[in-house]
């Protein structure tokens, strides 16, 4: 199965401040949708695994994309999310949002030990969605606990799947809320 891209859509935010007070390190959020046609919009299939199988080639091309239109920044916090169209059901984003498929996010942020925050529904165009984000590396990391808010203005489409990838640079501006910090995360070599 090859899954066909209709739309691509991008969303940088940068957060330099937060009630008057200026961040040392910047925040920086991104996402990219690829609005995909539903191979199985308008009927039921009990068995998703061809979706499944494909979904890792999509995959990559979502990541490559993410990493072009976010920059150099480092990408410490991850979600990904998928509107269905009102043909689909919401099963058929999740199977296209699997482990298989977020591997290649992985790859291209260098790494993630993590499970990826993830949110699913049905949709049509104009639909809002928020991201989950959290810690690429310990999901209990308060600090990045956060969400990037979409607007898909068109699509999906009745017969679509818009997924989603998502990264953050770093958690909240101004976190105070306690917990595992990400500096804590530091083994003795250093690394995360």
Known sequence: MELKVRRWQATVEHKLEETGRIAEV??????????????????????????????????????????????????????????VGLHG??????????????????????????????VTKIGGPGTLIDVPLASKDALYVR???????????????????????AVASRGRLNARVGGLQYADLKGEDGLV
């Open 143 to 165: 600090e990045f606990y956060n969400a990037i808010t979409l607007h898909l203005p068109d699509g999906p489409m009745p017969d679509e799947i818009a997924l989603i990838f």
């Open 89 to 118: 059901e919401q099963e058929h984003a999740n199977a296209l949002l699997t482990t298989p498929a977020a591997e290649p996010l992985r790859k291209e942020i260098g790494g993630g030990k993590a499970w990826i925050s993830s």
């Open 26 to 83: 910047p925040l920086r959020k991104a996402a990219i949708v690829a609005f995909v046609e539903n191979p199985y919009a308008g009927r039921y299939v009990e068995d998703l695994s061809e979706m499944i199988l494909a979904s890792p080639a999509l995959g990559a091309k979502m990541a490559a994309q993410l990493r072009e239109v976010y920059g150099d920044y480092p990408a410490l916090a991850y979600g990904k999310a998928g509107v």
